[in-house]
C-alpha cells in the first residue's frame, strides 16, 4: 500500500531533550514536507526537500532540523524542544515531475514538550 | 509569505442542501491549486489538483472550480451527507526556479445537521 508512515504517533517529552519524529515513504516520491499544525493556523510549512540532499527552509523553520540522505527517509529533528513547539506535525511527500499530482499526509505526530 | 484565504471558517448545513465555500489565492507563480478533505484524528486527503485557468474537477457529489487570473477556487458539495463533515483545506502550490512550495488555508470547517 503506497503511504507516509510517521513515527511516534503521540510523544510528551521535557524542554530540551532533542527528539526525532521520522518519516518515511514508499511512493519514490521526490519531494518531502514537514508542516505543523496550530489551533486558528492553518498547516504552515517547517521544512522541505526536493530530492535526496536537497532541502531548504519553509515558513516556520526556527528550533528545526531536517536531513535526507536517502529517498524515502525525511526526519524531523527538534535539538532543543521548547514548550512553543508544542503541536501535531505532518509529513507529506509527492512527485514533483506532475503537476496535477497532490500530496500524500503521514497520520500526524502529536508533540507535547512539557 | 503566500497568503491563502478560505471563507467561511467554519459553516453549518442541513443534511441534503448543497453548499459551497471558497478560497482566494495570489496568482503570481501559480503551478497549481489543491483540495484536501481533513477529517478528525485523520490525515488530510487530496480530493483535487487543478492546474489551468476554467478547470473544473468532479467527483461524485463534489466539485470544484478554479480562476487563476482573479485568483480563487470554489468547492461545490451537492446534497450534503453527514459523512460530508469535515475540515476542507485548499492550497496553492508555487513554482519559481525549480523551487516549489504549498502554502495552505486555514480551511473551512463544515458539519452536516441531520
Known sequence: EAQVTQNPRYLITVTGKK???????????????????????????????????????GDVPEGYKVSRKEKRNFPLILESPSPNQTSLYFCASSTSRIRSHGYTFGSGTRLTVV | ILNVEQSPQ?????????????????????YALHWYRWETAKSPEALFVMTLNGDEKKKGRISATLN???????????????????????????????????????????????
Open chain 2, 10 to 30: 467554519s459553516l453549518h448545513v442541513q443534511e441534503g442542501d448543497s453548499t459551497n465555500f471558497t478560497c482566494s489565492f495570489p496568482s503570481s507563480n501559480f
Open chain 2, 68 to 114: 487563476t487570473k482573479e485568483g480563487y477556487s470554489y468547492l461545490y458539495i451537492k446534497g450534503s451527507q453527514p459523512e460530508d463533515s469535515a475540515t476542507y483545506l485548499c492550497a496553492s502550490r508555487i513554482s519559481n526556479f525549480g523551487n516549489e512550495k504549498l502554502t495552505f488555508g486555514t480551511g473551512t470547517r463544515l458539519t452536516i445537521i441531520p
Open chain 1, 19 to 57: 527528539l526525532t519524529v521520522t518519516c518515511s515513504q514508499n511512493m519514490n516520491h521526490e519531494y518531502m514536507s514537514w508542516y505543523r499544525q496550530d489551533p486558528g493556523l492553518g498547516l504552515r510549512q517547517i521544512y522541505y526537500s526536493m530530492n535526496v540532499e536537497v532541502t531548504d527552509k
